[in-house]
């Protein structure tokens, strides 16, 4: 029995698979956080090993899964491998009984990511996505605004996530970029979309869409449209979100002021008994003060946290079916010209 189930409220002991280049991470972070105790690294590159040896000689660094499986002092694992193996990898750890944290997308099919809901629930395990901007102080300061009616009504999102590189090879700018922006849409619309349609081209190689533009559609009428591509002379990574009192703009490349509150909007006025009248409002710009903490860093604390105190996970296992199930609906409307593809 590991220190967790055993109510011991001092730490986690946790194990790291796949110390590459965003494991590396991870890794960093849960071996300084409090609460957390980093006991294994796991990776099949001798020079990864190697690197993670002297940077963490607390850690047990090993190149096979099954050491870090199966000691039962291990409470949790983090799974940071290539998205083919988050299900093969992710299944194993939970039916070792462990709290499983995987990288998004959770996986490449709505099926498995239903079954390791089920093996998680059967376990009695926590299930956790890394759907990393759902821990981002900004966007948790744009959620606050809507649910507190600051901005008014939310009308429609978009999102604009593009740079020059990193091209993948195994996945297309959708399934390897969009994760995060479809993760966002939802959370701050509380609703899972109706219908995806997406259209986009591969320009570099063939069959890997280098751009893809989607538009996810819920149901009471808001839209969310997605930009995404890693061919673009611009390094965006930009929020925009349009209500009926005010706008709000998420610019992620700022240092520091990531918030704009526009103060616009327009406004239907009756102008008699037979007719109405738009008009345009304009005031101020705030830039308000919000935090500038790791996300990743709060990510990895909710985790632990969640454990230890047998809390909800925000970016759950439901959270990480949903966003697969939409990027397979962008898929199928990609493979399809465009057409808009429904949800079940």
Known sequence: MSAADKGDTQVVRIGVIGAGNWGKNLVRNFATLP????????????????????????????????AVLSDPAVDAVVIAVEAPEHYR?????????????????????????????????????????GHLL??????????DLIKTGKVGN????????????????????????????????????ESEPVSVSATGHAYLQKGIEDVVFANLKFADGRMAQIHVSWLD????????LVSSQKMVVLDDMEASEKIRI????????????????????????????VSTQEPLQLECRHFVDAILTDQPIRS?????????????????????????????
Not at 134 to 143: G, Q
Request: include cysteine; aromatic fraction near 8%; charge should be positive.
């Open 35 to 66: 609460g957390s105790k980093l006991s294994y690294v796991c990776d099949l590159n001798e020079k990864t090993r190697q690197s993670m040896t002297a940077l963490y000689p607390q850690a047990t660094v090993v190149d096979r899964i099954d």
């Open 233 to 240: 002379p611009h390094k965006i990574r930009k929020i925009t």
């Open 154 to 189: 939310p009308l429609y999102l978009y999102f604009q996530r593009l740079n020059l590189g990193v091209v993948r090879k195994a996945e297309n700018a959708w399934w390897s970029l969009a994760p995060h922006d479809i993760s966002v849409a939802c959370y701050l619309f």
């Open 262 to 289: 526009y103060d616009k909007g327009a406004e239907i006025r009756s102008v008699d008994s037979y007719s109405e009248a738009i008009t345009l409002r304009t005031g101020d710009i705030l830039i308000p003060k």
């Open 316 to 344: 759950d296992g439901a959270d990480g079916v949903r966003v697969v199930r939409v990027l397979e609906a962008g898929s199928r409307s990609l493979a399809e010209g465009g057409a808009p593809v429904r949800l079940s």
């Open 134 to 143: 759902e821990y981002h102080p900004a966007v948790n300061y744009m959620k």
């Open 89 to 129: 990898v992710a299944k194993a750890a939970l039916l070792a009984g462990k709290h499983t944290y995987v990288e998004k997308p959770l996986t490449l099919r709505s099926e498995e990511a239903v079954e390791l809901v089920q093996l998680a629930a059967q376990a009695g395990r926590k299930l956790m996505v």
